[in-house]
């Protein structure tokens, strides 16, 4: 989907979406919450927004985008749930799952108007 042709909506949750992913990959390097340090997880959210950004700009399609950005956060979860880090991490993981799931809405009823 190319830049001029996504909506303001689905524009907004994507940026959105990206500096959640923004949020949590400093929530995880521990500058803000010592307790909160992951580095590996900073990482891959860092990496994820920078992926929806991309779909953003147009440097990638927002559907893949999307599916890249769906799959490593499923990733994550998984790993959430196997640890027991059922507070905060789920949460964030939670909240990184609607958006995507909104976006994939917009998408989808763009896609089918």
Do not use: Q
């Not at 958006?99 to 994939?104: I, W």
């Amino acid at each position: 989907m190319a830049t001029d042709a996504m909506s303001g909506t689905l524009r907004l949750v994507t940026i959105v979406n990206a500096l959640i992913y923004f949020g949590a990959a400093t929530y995880h390097s521990g500058v803000l919450v010592t307790a909160g340090a992951l580095a590996p997880a900073a990482i891959a959210e860092a990496l994820l927004g920078l992926v929806l950004v991309a779909g953003l700009l147009g440097g990638l399609s927002l559907r893949v985008a999307y599916g890249i950005a769906l799959a490593g956060t499923l990733f994550g979860l998984s790993i959430v749930v196997a640890r027991g880090l059922l507070g905060v991490d789920l949460w964030i993981h939670v909240l990184m799952l609607v958006g995507l799931a909104v976006a994939f809405a917009l998408i989808f009823v763009r896609r089918t108007a």
